[in-house]
T-cell receptor, first 113, second 111 residues
Framework: ETGVTQTPRHLVMGMTNKKSLKCEQH?????MYWYKQSAKKPLELMFV???????ENNSVPSRFSPECPNSSHLFLHLHTLQPEDSALYLCASSIIPQSNEQFFGPGTRLTVL | QKEVEQNSGPLSVPEGAIASLNCTYSDRGSQSFFWYRQYSGKSPELIMFIYSNGDKEDGRFTAQLNKASQYVSLLIRDSQPSDSATYLCAVYGGSQGNLIFGKGTKLSVKP
């Protein structure tokens, strides 16, 4: 596969569940990002990783926990989520951190019941 | 809070017409400006970027930047039904070292 891939594409979970979102980039990039996209709201940056080190955390609740084991993989661990966390979660990557050109994965559509 | 403003639309244009999408931003120190296209149910796709005042053309797309007015626009010539999508304006630089996105403008091109 090429580009940025995300799994699962759709996820339905209860508020007491624990799940993880996975992102993989095949572009040789050094920076990876998690964004949240809710209806009628702008894309919100959640986390930025540069060379597997977190460089940005935009006041995201602790029920979202990122993990970056290497420069090609990024995870978002979810636990005790709220219904308002239902959204499209997008992963992106770029050659260097905070690069102008970010390439997005297809997203995970998350529904919290 | 630095903001990027777009008219949410929908903007409806007939096939073959010019579609004009507008965006304003609040951070005067912003350096780079981007247009992403997002089809329904899909992820954003970068289609244009511009760094300097003036126009930048790429095929049917023209990005226009006016830093004094803090205004960036995207023109789509000879609009096609396949151009129907939500167009996201994004701004980089200034006091925040991240891409800041607008809410997007939904464009509908009618055959």
């Amino acid at each position: 596969e090429t580009g940025v891939t995300q799994t699962p594409r759709h996820l339905v979970m209860g508020m007491t569940n624990k799940k993880s979102l996975k992102c993989e980039q095949h572009l040789g990039h050094n920076a990876m990002y998690w964004y949240k996209q809710s209806a009628k709201k702008p894309l919100e940056l959640m986390f930025v990783y540069s060379l597997e080190e977190r460089v940005e955390n935009n006041s995201v609740p602790s029920r979202f926990s990122p993990e970056c084991p290497n420069s090609s993989h990024l995870f978002l661990h979810l636990h005790t989520l709220q219904p308002e966390d239902s959204a499209l979660y997008l992963c992106a990557s770029s050659i260097i951190p905070q690069s102008n050109e970010q390439f997005f994965g297809p997203g995970t559509r998350l529904t919290v019941l | 809070q630095k903001e990027v403003e777009q008219n949410s639309g929908p903007l409806s244009v007939p096939e073959g017409a010019i579609a004009s999408l507008n965006c304003t931003y609040s951070d005067r120190g912003s350096q780079s400006f981007f247009w992403y296209r997002q089809y329904s149910g899909k992820s954003p796709e970068l289609i244009m970027f511009i760094y300097s005042n003036g126009d930048k053309e790429d095929g049917r797309f023209t990005a226009q930047l006016n830093k004094a007015s803090q205004y960036v626009s995207l023109l789509i010539r000879d609009s096609q039904p396949s151009d129907s999508a939500t167009y996201l304006c994004a701004v980089y630089g200034g006091s925040q070292g991240n891409l800041i996105f607008g809410k997007g403008t939904k464009l509908s091109v009618k055959p």
